[in-house]
């Protein structure tokens, strides 16, 4: 994107002036939680096609509940891709949530509460939905597709990968054909907002499959200790938390 970045201690900076700042907005425990959202956008005087003249480094901050009852109806859409080999699906960027936005506001019309995209070369492999990374498990054996520039890697997918495997699943990372969807025991979804959440269905060309949910599932097990790492609960054995005073 051409966009010069702040450094880590800028941005840990800016992070943690923002949350003191908005203390106050911080929910009781177990409430819910500050969602922070980093964003950085030109804001040059320029009309040319070229990278901007100047950026600005922005912190939002926004108190929300969690989701936990929440669960995922997915429709698998086959006709518009997220992304493209050579494009900027790796990343965070905005031109990878506009061109989405019809074909989910249509979706979401229908019932559906996102849409979980195919890879744009071959139609055949699912790679993630419009705002979160999707895992799917049968027996011991979690998998989530490779991310090798199409597919934004998520730091909750790496974090549940790694928590995942501590429990003593093995991790996969690789191709996962849309057929094999229909034979798995559970899918869940990952990111910053809804930590872990279970699907309760996709639907692929007229064809509905439900999922395990529930208390027994690993999604709740995962959403579990995750949550209780970032509030204290449960000892942060690897650094992922950080003391703000
Ligand atoms: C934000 C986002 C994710 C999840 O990333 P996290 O770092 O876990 O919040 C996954 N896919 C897309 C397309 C996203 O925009």
Redesign the pocket.
């Given at each position: 994107m051409c966009m010069p970045s702040p450094t880590v201690d800028q941005f840990i900076d800016a992070v943690k002036k923002t949350v003191l700042a908005n203390k106050r907005w911080v929910p009781p425990h177990g409430r819910g939680s500050l969602y922070i959202r980093p964003l950085l956008m030109g804001t040059g005087r320029n009309l040319e096609v070229k990278p901007s003249s100047e950026y600005t480094f922005l912190v939002y901050a926004s108190p929300v509940g969690n989701g936990l009852k929440g669960v995922l109806n997915l429709m698998v859409e086959d006709n518009v891709h997220?992304a493209t080999p050579g494009g900027t699906?790796g990343i965070?960027a905005v031109t990878?949530?506009s061109p989405i936005y019809k074909p989910l506001t249509e979706a979401k019309a229908k019932g559906f509460s996102d849409l979980l995209y195919l890879d744009a070369l071959t139609g055949s492999n699912i790679e993630?939905?419009?705002?979160?990374?999707i895992f799917i498990l049968k027996g011991n054996v979690i998998s989530t597709p490779t991310t090798h520039g199409t597919?934004?890697?998520?730091?909750?997918?790496?974090?549940i990968m790694e928590i995942a495997s501590d429990f003593g699943y093995q991790v996969e990372e690789r191709a996962i054909p849309i057929k094999e969807v229909f034979d798995a025991e559970e899918v869940f979804c990952?990111?910053?907002?809804m930590v872990v959440k279970s699907v309760a269905s996709i639907t692929y060309q007229g064809k509905r499959i439900g999922y395990k949910l529930g208390a027994e599932t690993l999604a709740q097990k995962l959403h579990a200790t995750l949550t209780g790492i970032q509030t204290g609960l449960i000892e942060d054995k690897l650094g992922w938390t950080m003391l703000i005073d």
């Open positions: 997220r699906g965070k990878n949530y993630e939905c419009s705002g979160c990374n597919i934004l890697p998520g730091i909750t997918r790496k974090t990952t990111g910053t907002a």
